[in-house]
């Protein structure tokens, strides 16, 4: 369980929402994601309410604004997809500014854009305050199948010793005078990506050997064990809670 260096998307920091334990931020991350996908699409001012309730998360963790923003980026794909919506979906027409725009295709992209966002910016919230290593605590912790846990912690751990392999391939490959510019230069490129294939998968070997001698069977020790008080289920809960309520209005109303 190791991994502990920081990811690109942690914001190191001292807030309340730091603080507490990752198993209570991951089940709260997923209550807020299930209230949020039930909602009605027609109650939009339950989703204003809902990134209401995301800002002032922010706010207490002491994440920026420009930081989540950033991080935001991510969904672009499926904004442009839910922009093409209205233009490709069936059903009753509407002209807006010009346009003919599918009524069940608006709705649609709505849902997508508003669902999506708020989904997106709770889990960037989490991994802003949450280590990958307590992230698998708190899986670890969750009950969640230890051999997924397992091959989590070692995507993460040796993610980056493998983007370092392929930065000094790449090297090696310059320092000889080589540049890809077209379809003739992928006999090399396929050559190396087979090279990297065969130096990681050595890799790995060696690394199962050596803890297969150091008792490995099966399962990694737990170093760490992860608790939470009634008060930090309490805080981490907050936050689907009120979800929840909105949700209900929406229904209701």
């Known amino acids: 369980?190791?991994?502990?260096?920081?990811?690109?998307?942690?914001?190191?920091?001292?807030?309340?929402?730091?603080?507490?334990?990752?198993?209570?931020?991951l089940t709260a991350v997923f209550?807020?994601?299930?209230?949020?996908?039930?909602?009605?699409?027609?109650?939009?001012?339950?989703?204003?309410?809902?990134?209401l309730l995301l800002a002032a998360v922010a706010y207490a963790a002491r994440v920026p604004a420009g930081f989540l923003l950033k991080r935001l980026l991510i969904e672009v794909p499926f904004v442009a997809f839910a922009v093409l919506m209205p233009f490709v979906a069936q059903g009753e027409r509407v002209d807006v500014l010009g346009l003919s725009l599918s009524v069940n295709g608006l709705w649609g992209a709505w849902n997508v854009l508003a669902k999506g966002t708020l989904g997106v910016g709770a889990s960037v919230l989490l991994a802003s305050t949450t280590e990958l290593r307590e992230l698998l605590l708190g899986l670890q912790r969750l009950k969640l199948p230890p051999l997924l846990v397992q091959i989590a912690s070692f995507m993460i751990r040796y993610g980056d010793v493998i983007a370092d392999e392929m930065r000094r391939m790449r090297i090696a490959r310059e320092s000889r005078g080589f540049e890809a510019r077209g379809v003739r230069h992928w006999g090399v490129l396929a050559k190396s990506a087979g090279a990297l294939f065969i130096r990681s998968y050595e890799r790995g070997e060696r690394v199962h050997l050596a803890m297969v001698s150091r008792g490995y069977a099966g399962s990694m020790p737990v170093i760490d064990e992860v608790t939470a008080s009634r008060a930090q289920w309490s805080y981490a809960l907050a936050l689907p809670s009120a979800a929840l309520l909105v949700c209900l209005l929406g229904w209701t109303l």
């Open 31 to 51: 209550a807020f994601v299930i209230v949020v996908v039930s909602t009605p699409r027609e109650a939009m001012w339950a989703f204003a309410l809902y990134a």
């Open 1 to 25: 369980m190791g991994a502990g260096h920081a990811h690109k998307l942690y914001r190191h920091g001292h807030s309340p929402v730091h603080a507490l334990p990752p198993h209570t931020k």
